[in-house]
C-alpha cells in the first residue's frame, strides 16, 4: 500500500481528467533560500495616478464616476470584441482557425484604493457578489455569449496591473478549454449517477475534514485532493446549484462570508496581501443546469514565504505538474491561521 504522506503518487482532478505528481518525501530537504521579511505596504485610501479610484481619468479618456460601491465598466482594452466574424478557416485539417467575438468588463469592489477583499467587510463583499451576479446574468443571456469567466489578478506576482481591489470579466463566443474539460466531466458523472460530481465531491470532503479550509452553512472552502499549486483552494457550494444566478438571498450571504474567511486566512499565512489568481466557474450558456456545480478555483503561487513562489516549469511544463507539501499539509496549515486579518491586529 502507498503511503499518502511518505510516497511519491500522482493524484486525478476528476473534473479535468488530469494527473498531477504528489512528492511529499521532498518536503524533508533542507531548505537554503531566503526567509525575508516584507515591508508592509501602504496605501492611501484615494490615489490621483489610479486609473481605477472614484473621479479618475482612464486610458483612452473615460472618466470614472464618483462611485460608492462598486463600478463596472467596459475594458477599455478589451481582447474580445462584438460582433467579431464567427467564420472558421482551416487551409488544411490540421490548422483550423473560428471567429471568437465576447466583450470583457472591469469591476472595481471598492472606492477604497488601500483595500482588498480580505479587508473588505462581509456587507461589501456581498455587495460584489450582487454585481457579479448581475453581470453574469446579464452575459449569458446575450446570444453572442457562450461562457462567462469573471476571475481576479491579485497582486504583481500574478501579473495584476493595479493595487485597487478589482476583477476582469471575460465574456466569450467560445468555450474556454477548462470549461469544456469540466463540462464534459460534470455532464458524464451525472448522466451514470444522477447527482452533480462536485456534490458527491463534497459530501465526501466533509465527512473527511482533513482537506477543509473553512465551511459556513451555504458554501465550503477546501483544498482539493488534486491540488496542483501549493495553498490552492476552491469554493464550492453546499447546494448543487450551476451559477450565480440560482443563489437564494442567503446563500449570496453565505458567499460573500466563506471569500472573507479564506482571504483572510490566505493573508495570514505569510502575513502579506497573498497573491493569486482566481474566479468562478459556472454554468456556459448552453451547458447543463443539472450537472454544472457552481464552484470557485484560487490559484497562488507562495509556497513558503512571502517571496518563494512556485513556478510551473520543466518537468511540469513539459510532463506533468507536481507539488511537495501535500494537500493535506496545506489545509491544515490554512486551518490553524486566524480568520482575523493581521493587518486588523495592530
Ligand atoms: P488586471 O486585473 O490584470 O490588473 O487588469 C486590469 C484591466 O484594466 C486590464 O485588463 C484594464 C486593462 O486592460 N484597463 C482599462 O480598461 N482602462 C485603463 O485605463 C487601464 C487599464
Ligand atoms: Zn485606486
Known amino acids: 500500500m502507498i503511503d499518502l504522506k511518505e510516497h511519491p503518487h500522482r493524484r486525478l482532478n476528476p473534473l479535468t481528467g488530469e494527473w498531477v505528481l504528489v512528492s511529499p518525501h521532498r518536503t524533508k530537504r533542507p531548505w537554503q533560500g531566503q526567509m525575508e521579511k516584507v515591508p508592509r505596504e501602504t496605501r492611501e485610501a484615494y490615489d490621483p495616478k489610479?486609473?481605477?479610484?472614484?473621479?479618475?481619468?482612464?486610458?483612452?479618456?473615460?472618466?470614472?464616476?464618483?462611485?460608492?460601491?462598486?463600478?463596472?465598466?467596459?475594458?477599455?482594452?478589451?481582447?474580445?470584441?462584438?460582433?467579431?466574424?464567427?467564420?472558421?478557416?482551416?487551409?488544411?485539417?490540421l490548422l483550423q482557425a473560428d471567429g471568437v467575438s465576447g466583450l470583457c468588463r472591469v469591476i472595481c469592489f471598492s472606492p477604497r484604493h488601500d483595500l482588498?477583499?480580505?479587508?473588505?467587510?462581509?456587507?461589501?463583499?456581498?455587495?460584489?457578489?450582487?454585481?457579479?451576479?448581475?453581470?453574469?446574468?446579464?452575459?449569458?443571456?446575450?446570444?453572442?455569449?457562450?461562457y462567462v469567466q469573471i476571475f481576479e489578478n491579485r497582486g504583481?506576482?500574478?501579473?495584476?496591473?493595479?493595487p485597487h481591489p478589482h476583477c476582469q470579466i471575460w465574456a466569450s463566443s467560445a468555450i474556454p478549454n477548462e470549461i469544456a474539460k469540466e463540462a464534459a466531466a460534470q455532464e458524464a458523472y451525472f448522466q451514470k449517477n444522477g447527482r452533480t460530481?462536485?456534490?458527491?465531491?463534497?459530501e465526501f470532503e466533509l465527512s473527511a475534514g482533513e482537506r477543509l479550509v473553512s465551511v459556513n452553512e451555504h458554501?465550503?472552502?477546501?483544498?482539493?485532493?488534486?491540488?496542483?499549486?501549493?495553498?490552492?483552494?476552491?469554493?464550492?457550494?453546499?447546494?448543487?446549484v450551476a451559477g450565480l444566478d440560482e443563489l437564494t438571498w442567503d446563500e449570496r450571504?453565505?458567499?460573500a462570508d466563506i471569500?472573507?474567511?479564506l482571504t483572510t486566512r490566505y493573508d495570514n499565512l505569510f502575513e502579506v496581501s497573498f497573491p493569486y489568481s482566481g474566479g468562478?466557474?459556472?454554468?456556459?450558456?448552453?451547458?447543463?443546469?443539472?450537472?454544472?456545480?457552481?464552484?470557485?478555483?484560487?490559484?497562488?503561487?507562495?509556497?513558503?514565504?512571502?517571496?518563494?513562489?512556485?513556478?510551473?516549469?520543466?518537468?511540469?511544463?513539459?510532463?506533468?505538474?507536481?507539488?511537495?507539501?501535500?494537500?493535506?499539509?496545506?489545509?491544515?496549515?490554512?486551518?490553524?491561521v486566524s480568520d482575523v486579518h493581521f493587518k486588523s491586529k495592530i
Open 50 to 93: 489610479c486609473y481605477l479610484c472614484p473621479g479618475n481619468e482612464r486610458a483612452g479618456g473615460h472618466r470614472n464616476p464618483a462611485y460608492s460601491g462598486t463600478f463596472a465598466f467596459d475594458n477599455d482594452f478589451a481582447a474580445l470584441i462584438p460582433g467579431t466574424p464567427s467564420g472558421h478557416v482551416a487551409p488544411h485539417p
Open 116 to 146: 482588498t477583499m480580505a479587508e473588505l467587510s462581509v456587507e461589501e463583499i456581498r455587495g460584489v457578489v450582487d454585481t457579479w451576479t448581475e453581470q453574469y446574468m446579464e452575459l449569458n443571456a446575450n446570444p453572442d455569449i457562450g
Open 156 to 162: 504583481e506576482m500574478m501579473g495584476c496591473s493595479n
Open 197 to 202: 460530481l462536485l456534490a458527491d465531491y463534497l
Open 219 to 240: 458554501f465550503a472552502a477546501l483544498v482539493p485532493w488534486w491540488a496542483v499549486w501549493p495553498f490552492e483552494t476552491m469554493v464550492v457550494s453546499r447546494r448543487a
Open 253 to 255: 450571504g453565505g458567499l
Open 259 to 261: 471569500l472573507k474567511q
Open 280 to 336: 468562478f466557474h459556472q454554468r456556459p450558456a448552453a451547458g447543463s443546469r443539472d450537472a454544472w456545480h457552481f464552484h470557485a478555483h484560487y490559484y497562488p503561487p507562495l509556497l513558503r514565504s512571502a517571496t518563494v513562489r512556485k513556478f510551473l516549469v520543466g518537468y511540469e511544463l513539459l510532463a506533468f505538474p507536481q507539488r511537495d507539501i501535500t494537500p493535506e499539509a496545506a489545509a491544515l496549515r490554512l486551518r490553524e
